[in-house]
């Protein structure tokens, strides 16, 4: 018995869509996403701990390697200080998108997939924005060293 191609075309039409959604492929890269995306930022909670303390020296390899950041030990401590907050409450944030994606029957349209990665992209962004700021920010330290001109 053979189909002609409009009986499999509508075959695969009467298939819902959230069936065909749950056996795609794309489906493999959320239990990646699920562990990478908040080890990422864990590192980056870490990195952000370590940078303020002076623990973590300025360098090219690890912690918020942006130029503000690189142009003097100051900066440097003061990026990764001004970044601490938000690299911790996104690494919860993300954590917890992680969990409930993990967690998520497939055959549900998983708004939690997008939340995950929407989350992990704007902590990352406001991790450099506060961190950039923050060096750019007149250090208290310097300022208390110049003679201030009485005029």
Request: proline share 8%; with cysteine.
């Amino acid at each position: 018995m053979k189909m002609t191609i409009e009986a499999r075309a509508n075959r695969q039409v009467r298939q819902p869509a959230c069936v065909l959604q749950a056996y795609s492929g794309a489906m493999s890269a959320v239990p990646f996403l699920c562990v990478a995306l908040p080890a990422v930022l864990l590192l980056a909670g870490i990195a952000t701990i370590a940078g303020a303390r002076g623990t973590l020296r300025r360098n090219h390899l690890f912690g918020i390697r942006i130029p503000s950041l690189l142009a003097s030990d100051d900066a440097w401590t003061a990026g990764h200080r001004a970044a601490i907050l938000p690299a911790w409450i996104g690494f919860v944030v993300t954590a917890g998108f992680a969990v409930v994606a993990w967690f998520e029957p497939p055959l549900w349209p998983q708004p939690f997939k997008y939340l995950l990665v929407l989350s992990f992209v704007i902590t990352v962004v406001v991790l450099f924005v506060q961190a950039r700021r923050a060096a750019r920010a007149p250090s208290p330290s310097l300022e208390a060293q110049s003679p201030r001109r009485r005029g």
